[in-house]
C-alpha cells in the first residue's frame, strides 16, 4: 500500500476514538507527550497532513530520493498517539487496543520506545488486515458492476512502471486490453463467454492475464514492493501457463485490496 493510498483510506475514518483520546491525557498527566503547541487538532489530521507531504521532504525533513511504502511510513512515526489512533480507527480489536496503550505508557519514557511498544502488538501488518477487510469500505460492502469498474480503469494512468516491461500481447498499453476486454464483456466477445451477468469481482478472477492484473494494481496505487514481489513469483513459479500466472498474481494482489484503491 502506497502512502496515498493510506492516506484515501484515513480519510473517512473517526477523528477522536475513545482509547487514543485517553491515551493522550494520560501521556499529558505522565509529562511524555502533550498536544500543546501542535498545528494539528486530531490524530486523524495529523496522518492526513503527513502523508499528504509524503513524496516531499514536509515539515520533517524527509529524505525523498527513495520511494516509501505506507508500511515504511508506520514504521517510522515517532508519536505514540499517532500509532495507536491509525490501529484504533482502523478497527483493530479494542482489547488489542488497550493493551498497547498500556504497554507504552509502561515503556521509557523517550517517545521512540512508547512508539516501539505500540508496534510490536499492533504491528503494520495487523492494520493493513483490517484496513482491506474493514467493513467500512464501500468497496467490500457491495458489488461492484463491469461498467464501474470500466469506468474506473478509464480514470487511471495508461503506463506504470513496472508493468510497463511486461508484454502486453499486442496493445499498445495494458489499459487498452482491460478497456477493450471489458467493454466486450456485455457478450460473448472475442472469448467466446458464456456467463457474463457478473459483477467486477468476478470478471478480476476469471482473468487468465497476470500481466494484466499486475497492471490495474499497479496503476491504481498498490505498494511497488508488493508488485515487484507479485512479478517476481509469476515469473519464477508461472511456468508460462496463463492460469497459473493469473492465480499466482492474485495470491499476491487480491481483489478485496484492488477494489480499495479502485473505487476510493
Not at 50 to 66: N, Q
Not at 76 to 94: D, F, K, R, T
Request: net charge positive; charged share 25%.
Amino acid at each position: 500500500m502506497t502512502p496515498q493510498a493510506l492516506r484515501r483510506k484515513i480519510k473517512g475514518f473517526e477523528a477522536t476514538p475513545p482509547i487514543t483520546l485517553s491515551f493522550e491525557r494520560a501521556l499529558t498527566k505522565q509529562g511524555t507527550w502533550s498536544a500543546e503547541g501542535v498545528w494539528y487538532r486530531s490524530q486523524k489530521e495529523h496522518w492526513l497532513g503527513w502523508l499528504s507531504e509524503y513524496d516531499g521532504p514536509g515539515a520533517y525533513g524527509r529524505k525523498t530520493s527513495v520511494v516509501r511504502s505506507a508500511e515504511f511510513a508506520y514504521n517510522h512515526v515517532v508519536c505514540p498517539p499517532m500509532i495507536l489512533w491509525l490501529g484504533e480507527a482502523s478497527g483493530v480489536n479494542s482489547s488489542k487496543i488497550i493493551q498497547a496503550k498500556k504497554a507504552a505508557l509502561a515503556a521509557s519514557r523517550k517517545l521512540q520506545g512508547k512508539c516501539a511498544a505500540i508496534r510490536r502488538i499492533v504491528p503494520w501488518s495487523k492494520i493493513e488486515e483490517w484496513l482491506v477487510n474493514s467493513a467500512t469500505t464501500d468497496s467490500l460492502t457491495r458489488p461492484c458492476s463491469i461498467k464501474e469498474l470500466l469506468r474506473a480503469v478509464r480514470r487511471l494512468p495508461a503506463t506504470a512502471p513496472q508493468s510497463d516491461n511486461l508484454s502486453m500481447g499486442g496493445y499498445e498499453t495494458h489499459q487498452d486490453h482491460w478497456i477493450g476486454w471489458l467493454k466486450e464483456y456485455d457478450g460473448p466477445g472475442y472469448y467466446e463467454r458464456s456467463d457474463w451477468r457478473v459483477d467486477a469481482r468476478a470478471v478480476y478472477q476469471r482473468l487468465a492475464n497476470g500481466r494484466m492484473i499486475v497492471w490495474l494494481s499497479e496503476a491504481a496505487g498498490e505498494d511497488p514492493a508488493r508488485i515487484r514481489a507479485a512479478i517476481a513469483a509469476m515469473k519464477r513459479h508461472g511456468n508460462g501457463r496463463k492460469q497459473t500466472e493469473a492465480k499466482i498474481v492474485r495470491s499476491h494482489l487480491p481483489w478485496e485490496q484492488v477494489a480499495t484503491l479502485l473505487f476510493k
